[in-house]
């Protein structure tokens, strides 16, 4: 594949989110001065701007706007151009109130944030493309667009409304998806409880309830919420695509499992040009390095392996969690870079200057409070320089070593009410899982559970309640043919209408993993069992148990103690060509720590044990060559061991042998072989 950037950079992007509206227009020239000093290539432009634009119902104000993309282009500056359709100003609530969302407990939210819409009002629709289809016909060949920037953060702060309005929507959703009501009741189980429907328009979203309400309707109902916000993004999108042609349209994403779990980024990555992610920093006392990397790795696998972009992160703190600590030196970089590493075609950031006034006054920004005399903008400058050098990385796509199956639907299903246990997290464990493919340097694809998964050696599903009968033939398939599939408890256990898969659990894996769960036993708070192997081994398991019966599956580690004393708590399973592991419990870091390595040696999968802990290497390949990132997490040196000499593009010395990666600091090294030069 040809290495071409997706829109009209010819280099990689850096900037951010650029307001200028909060500033006197005095500013402006001394903003673009400064970004030309810190080698910005595109700012984000217009997003929260609606009521400025149109001050009131069709009459428009769009002077300004031209004068600061004018600014921008007499300066080299490209820029996304956002719909402003996230914040309709308060005139047009006002005007209609029943545009503002509604709650499952019935309260309407007031006008005052962001984000309070409800995606089914016509009133909002109407407007919502009345505004996007006045800028493209203004600026849909302006020679500063570079792109549309549709929206922002769909799904964040509100994604679901119940009102009247979504109540008649959701009916047509149903007809649409259904058909009939007797197909409705048949996939919801509506015989349970005796809540049988007669008619589709006796249906109402899932308000609050007496008691704990159908939750294959709350499944449809997430869906539904789900795809009316993508309807009004292909409404938008269409009118740019129609007025101002050949200019890419996107939306940006919050993939990392830490900041949205409300849209299902599998299906709005079909929707999107190309797709483009903001991602924060969640301050929990994990390694906040290891979320960022699976973030982008998940990212860049709902781009299906394409070059995408990051379009927010912060340069140093944010300000709206409870405890929001600085940056330390060099973090701002190596967190841009390992984006960029992972796919990113650039490093852009919430916001250009730092605001004075409203919600995120706190939160840094590339010009802070401090102006230049900081170490924030020094730093800025020097990322700045960084990705200048790295322009040729255009284009070249990261390679992957592993697969990791996930599924936001499934993620919905199995958070919905009265499971066996609420201890049970998917996202914990994705998040345990992937830290310990981190520690063995393993980049990490992730997949749809029906997308191919031929190419990759190594499979894992760390959460995966809800199966399609597509999927489980899907993983069946992949290990038959030689593949080695690892999967965690409580997986395969229902269906896409959260039905339970009719025999023994895990039903849709039954004959892929070579055994039956006859019954789960999740643990007690803070309960612990042990878990023994051959030679002795021995290490505890929490939160979840099961009494699992092998069929042709071996047992690899049995429960010692606890309800499934004696039973297989880890099996291994030969199936064709290929072997499926079965984990019953949940392992710690050390636990899955030994199950990887078992189960990757049953793969052609070598791990690097040269490679020293917290030092991340990946891999973009290319037309141009292949391109070797190493980020030194640590605050020791590092060395790095080159399977071929290069030059490192960063500092332009030759790298040989052992590539030397100073403490906190990133190397990027073209390699050698199949080098072609830049120009």
């Not at 006197?24 to 001065?33: C, G, L, T």
């Not at 509506?190 to 499944?219: H, K, M």
């Not at 310990?436 to 997949?447: E, G």
Request: negative net charge; charged residues 20%.
């Amino acid at each position: 594949m040809p290495d071409t950037p997706p829109w009209g950079l010819t280099t990689l992007a850096f900037g951010g989110d650029y307001n200028p509206e909060q500033w006197a227009e005095s500013v402006w020239r001394e903003d673009v001065r400064l970004m030309r000093t810190a080698g910005v290539t595109m700012v984000s432009v217009g997003i929260f701007s609606w009521a400025l634009l149109e001050p009131a119902p069709g009459e428009y104000d769009f002077g300004w706007l031209d004068r600061v993309l004018d600014l921008l282009h007499e300066n080299g500056i490209r820029a996304d151009l956002g719909t402003p359709t996230v914040a309709p100003p308060a005139w047009f609530y006002r005007a209609h109130p029943a545009a503002l969302p509604v709650t499952a407990e019935g309260v309407r939210l007031e006008f005052g944030s962001r984000g309070a819409i409800c995606h089914s009002n016509s009133d909002y629709r109407a407007a919502a493309a009345s505004i996007t289809t006045r800028l493209a016909e203004r600026y849909g060949d302006h020679p500063a667009l570079t792109m549309w920037h549709v929206h922002n953060e769909y799904g964040v702060p509100v994604s679901s409304c119940y009102c009247e309005s979504c109540a008649a929507h959701f009916r047509l959703w149903l007809r649409s998806t259904y058909g009939t009501v007797g197909a409705v009741n048949d996939a919801w189980g509506t015989n349970f409880w005796g809540q049988r429907y007669a008619s589709i328009d006796e249906i109402n979203p899932p308000r609050l309830a007496a008691t704990v309400a159908n939750p294959a309707q709350a499944l449809d109902y997430r869906r539904f919420a789900d795809a009316t916000m993508r309807e009004n993004f292909r409404s938008e999108r269409d009118i740019l695509h129609q007025l101002s042609p050949g200019v890419p349209v996107t939306t940006n994403f919050m993939t990392a499992l830490s900041q949205c779990d409300s849209v299902d980024y599998w299906a709005w990555g079909r929707e999107v040009d190309i797709v483009t992610n903001d991602h924060y920093l969640i301050t929990d006392g994990r390694r906040t390095h290891v979320n960022l990397a699976m973030a982008a790795d998940l990212t860049r696998s709902v781009a299906n392996g394409a070059p995408w972009l990051l379009l927010e992160h912060s340069t140093s703190g944010v300000n709206w969690q409870p405890r929001n600590p600085a940056k330390t030196p060099g973090q701002m970089a190596r967190n841009s870079l390992a984006h960029v590493a992972r796919g990113s075609e650039g490093a852009m950031f919430f916001q250009w200057r730092q605001s004075r006034r409203g919600a995120e006054k706190f939160h840094s920004a590339m010009l802070p409070h401090g102006g230049t005399d900081t170490r924030v903008w020094n730093e800025v400058v020097d990322l700045g320089c960084s990705l200048a050098r790295l322009r040729e990385i255009l284009g070249t796509r990261t390679q992957a070593d592993v697969a990791m199956v996930w599924d936001w639907q499934s993620w919905w299903a199995q958070n919905l009410d009265w499971r066996p246990s609420e201890d049970h997290d998917a996202r914990e464990r994705a998040d345990a899982f992937y830290e310990v493919l981190y520690d063995r340097h393993l980049t990490v694809d992730f997949a749809h559970p029906e997308a191919d998964l031929s190419r990759y050696p190594l499979v894992v599903v760390p959460a995966l309640y809800s199966m399609t009968d597509a999927a489980a033939s899907n993983l069946k398939r992949y290990v038959e043919r030689g593949g080695t599939l690892v999967v965690s408890y409580f997986s395969g256990i229902v269906d896409q209408h959260d039905a339970v898969h009719l025999g023994p659990y895990p039903g849709a894996l039954r004959d892929t993993l070579g055994l039956i769960v006859e019954e789960f036993s999740p643990l007690l708070r803070d309960e612990q069992v042990g878990i023994t192997g051959p030679g002795g081994y021995r290490l505890n398991a929490d939160v979840w148990t099961e009494f699992v019966l092998p069929r042709d599956a071996e047992t690899v580690w049995s429960y010692a103690d606890g309800p499934a004393a004696g039973h297989p708590a880890v099996t291994r399973h030969r199936l064709g060509d290929g072997t499926a592991w079965y984990v019953s419990t949940r392992l710690g870091y050390e636990g899955l720590d030994a199950l990887l390595d078992r189960a990757t040696a049953d793969t052609r999968i070598i791990t690097c044990t040269d490679l020293p802990h917290d030092v991340e290497v990946v891999r973009r390949v290319g037309d141009r060559g292949r391109y070797l990132f190493a980020i030194n997490h640590n605050t020791t040196d590092a060395k790095v061991p080159l399977e071929a000499a290069g030059t490192e593009l960063l500092t332009g010395e030759r790298a040989t042998g052992r590539l030397a990666v100073p403490a906190g600091a990133v190397r990027v090294v073209r390699l050698d072989d199949s080098a072609v030069p830049f120009t």
